[in-house]
């Protein structure tokens, strides 16, 4: 059962556009989301994150919102970069402090030079 | 430099042997994981452990076992009963971040190939 869903395998962008990523989720004890970018062969890392009591959280580049009465979270990078090719993992966890994350499949982002 | 080490990157393995993937790290973190990514599949968790001596299954335990003797290692063993260990290990640590929540930080991932 795939609690944490981001229905995009892959996406492309032109460089200097808007990218945004989506990921919905069923648990609604969820209420602590992140972000994480993954080149190959390498481990995630982090870039956002959003706690449920907010529905945007902005950092440089790179915002998330979230829409608690939808599941639905999505990322916007603006403007897209090259360097931003990446796969993008959404994670979750039921409450602040609690060690479990549940990860999404992951979306593949193509910027297109 | 903080950070966390995942030894081998790269390790093959014959089937029916016992392998063991090291990670270590220096952030003085609590909480430390395991993980597991195949092709097309999102993050699984293999096992986690908040405090040092103690331990938890995550999702996809079987055919794995781990130890937390020191609150820097966390070693993972890859044992003959995992039918399917070809894949990518992730370990990673927590930090708390402060009334944000927390943030887990991987490191680098070992390659483990069944020949």
């Known amino acids: 059962d795939q609690q944490v869903k981001q229905n995009s395998p892959s996406l492309s962008v032109q460089e200097g556009r808007i990218s945004i990523l989506n990921c919905d989720y069923t648990?609604?004890?969820?209420?602590?989301f992140l972000w994480y970018k993954k080149y190959p062969a390498e481990g995630p890392t982090f870039l956002i994150s959003?706690?449920?009591?907010?529905d945007k959280n902005e950092d440089g580049r790179f915002t998330v919102f979230l829409n608690k009465s939808a599941k639905h979270l999505s990322l916007h990078i603006v403007p897209s970069q090259p360097g931003d090719s990446a796969v993008y993992f959404c994670?979750?966890?039921?409450?602040?402090?609690?060690?479990?994350?549940?990860f999404g499949t992951g979306t593949r982002l193509t910027i297109i030079p | 430099d903080g950070g966390i080490t995942q030894s081998p990157k790269y390790l093959f393995r014959k089937e029916g042997q016992n392998v063991t993937l090291s990670c270590e790290q220096n952030?003085?973190?609590?909480?430390m994981y395991w993980y597991r990514q195949d092709p097309g599949q999102g993050l699984r968790l293999i096992y986690y452990?908040?405090?040092?001596?103690?331990?938890q299954k995550g999702d996809i335990a079987e055919g794995y076992s781990v130890s937390r003797e020191k609150k820097e290692s966390f070693p993972l063993t890859v044992t003959s009963a995992q039918k399917n260990p070809t894949a990518f290990y992730l370990c990673?640590?927590?930090?708390?971040?402060?009334?944000?929540?927390?943030?887990?930080?991987f490191g680098e991932g070992s390659w483990l190939t069944v020949v």
């Open positions: 994670a979750a966890s039921v409450a602040f402090g609690n060690e479990k994350l549940t």
């Open positions: 648990n609604s004890m969820f209420d602590y």
């Open positions: 959003i706690s449920s009591i907010k």
């Open positions: 952030l003085n973190h609590d909480a």
């Open positions: 452990s908040q405090i040092v001596n103690d331990f």
């Open positions: 990673a640590s927590m930090t708390w971040t402060g009334p944000s929540g927390n943030t887990i930080y």
